[in-house]
């Protein structure tokens, strides 16, 4: 498999405040959010820190396509597409790697 590319979903607690993004370096890209490299980003602001929910994608376009229709979601169906895989809202970014 080439490189892989994720949708993917952070929350700062269960049932927080959530953001929604896309990556081609998904160990990095979490890192980033988790050690607050930018200070003044919203994940950092609101302490969104906790990879609740993820998809993989083989191109880069069907991942910000699939980003870009979660973005318009209300949130209740954000909450219900990460109760179906992970209701507990637990940490799934050790599945990512190192």
Known sequence: MGKVFIVY?????????????????????????????????????????????????ETAMSAIQREKRIKDWQRGWKVQLIAERNPTWRDLSHELGP
């Open 9 to 57: 979903i952070m929350a700062s607690m269960k049932g927080g405040t959530l953001y929604t993004g896309v990556t081609g370096n998904p160990a990095g890209r979490i890192w980033q959010h988790k050690t607050h490299a930018d200070p003044k980003s919203f994940t950092a602001r609101y302490k969104v820190e906790r990879l609740v929910w993820y998809e993989v994608h």
